[in-house]
Every structure is written in C-alpha cells, then in structure tokens.
C-alpha cells in the first residue's frame, strides 16, 4: 500500500497567481500521476512524472501551465500557472507502488480561482 | 484500454445488494476490469479487480461474465457510507505501472 499527503488540502487563489501543490508518498515509486477533475466531471490525467526525467502532459496540457518536478522517488510538485477561472478543480495525485498494486491516490487539492 | 459503460445513477436501499452493471464490450484479452469508488470530496478508492474468474474481497464482489463483455460490482450489503461514484475501468495490468482513464462513472446513492 502508499499513503498520500498532499498539500494543500484547499485554496483560494487570485487569477493570474499560481499554486504550488505538494504529493508525498511514504515509499519509493517510480511513476506519479496527476488528475484534474473539475467540478461535476471525472477524472482526467493531465501529466505522468518519472523521476530523473520530464513528465509527460496529455493531450490538453502543456508543461507552461503545469509544470511538474519530481526530485526524487517520494515527492513530486505540480504547479498551476497564470491561474484562471478556468483552473477550478480537484487537482489529485496519483501512485502504483508496485508490480500487481492497484493505484492509490492523495486527498486531493480543492483549488477556487477567483 | 476500452471504454466502459456504466449508468449514471442508481438507488439501493440500506442494508441490500448493490449490484453496479458495466459494459466493456471491446475488452481486449490481457486486460482487466478495476473498480475504484470516490466518496465526495476524497481522492478515489480501489476496490476490487479481475480478468475473467469472479473475485470477492472484504469490500465486494466482482461478476465477469463468460464472454467478458460486461461485469457487475456487488456490495452485499450497502451501507450509507457506501454512498459514492463507483468507477469500472479497463487496463493492461497488473504489474503495469499506467495511468487509469476515468470514464463518468455511476453515482450510487444508499437510501436508509
């Protein structure tokens, strides 16, 4: 298993600012994942971080807007940039710790651009 | 990975089955079937997950059927905790390290 902390919880942030959001994982991984979910949707992937590399960005997302860093195998930052209106959502970080682990996912971060 | 298909809503009276349907009628034959939950406002929850025998655990039961096109998530007996939105999702794993693709997924709301 992992267990997740992920900072902060929740924010208000002014438009045109950015949010640094903190994961960190109580054991070694390789991959972290990170989702946005906005308000009333699912889930969807924005970036997967490997440590020692660029994360990769999905279709939709560029590394301007959410830049990751992953210094290590425990923690990873994603940050919102230029924040809009827009950008409100659930911002979560993702783990699979393991060959045949299923996923584990942080709290979540409740961002409100206002 | 293949799409799913689940309904959007469904009610279950406190203390009965919860039986949660899924389509996945493109299901390739290395590929699995996950169920995760997301209680509102927590970051989602694992389940339970199978290739193709039924599987059971302390949470639910897993129904795959022969031609692996469809399943069902069983909660025995559903509690008001169980109140979320249960996600089914398809993927190559384990021991496959990908990102999992959300679909809409279905609101299950426990009546009491």
């Known amino acids: 298993s992992a267990v997740i902390s992920q900072k902060p919880s929740r924010d208000i942030c002014q438009r045109g600012t950015s949010l640094t959001i903190q994961c960190q994982v109580d054991?070694?991984?390789?991959?972290m994942f990170w989702y946005r979910q906005q308000p009333g949707q699912s889930l969807t992937l924005i970036a997967t971080?490997?440590?020692?590399?660029?994360?990769?960005?999905e279709s939709g997302f560029v590394i301007d807007k959410f830049p990751i860093s992953r210094p290590n195998l425990t923690f990873s930052t994603l940050t919102v940039s230029n924040m809009s209106p827009e950008d409100s959502s659930i911002y979560l970080c993702?783990?699979?710790?393991?060959?045949?682990?299923?996923?584990?996912f942080g709290q979540g971060t409740r961002l409100t651009v206002v | 990975d293949a799409k799913t298909t689940q309904p959007p809503s469904m009610d279950c009276a406190e203390g009965r089955a919860a039986n949660l349907p899924c389509n996945h009628s493109?299901?390739?034959?290395?590929?699995?079937v996950y169920w995760y939950r997301q209680i509102h406002s927590q970051g989602p929850q694992y389940i339970i997950h199978?290739?193709?025998n039924n599987e059971t655990n302390e949470m639910a039961s897993l129904i795959i059927t022969e031609d692996r096109k469809s399943s069902t998530l069983i909660l025995p007996h559903a509690t008001l905790r169980d109140t979320a939105v249960y996600y089914c999702?398809?993927?190559?794993?384990?021991?496959?390290?990908?990102?999992?693709?959300f679909g809409s997924g279905t609101q299950l709301t426990v009546l009491p």
């Open positions: 993702s783990v699979v710790p393991g060959r045949n682990t299923e996923a584990f």
């Open positions: 054991s070694q991984v390789t991959m």
């Open positions: 971080a490997n440590q020692g590399s660029e994360a990769t960005y």
């Open positions: 493109t299901i390739s034959g290395n590929e699995y």
């Open positions: 199978g290739l193709k």
């Open positions: 999702i398809v993927r190559v794993g384990p021991g496959s390290a990908r990102q999992l693709t």
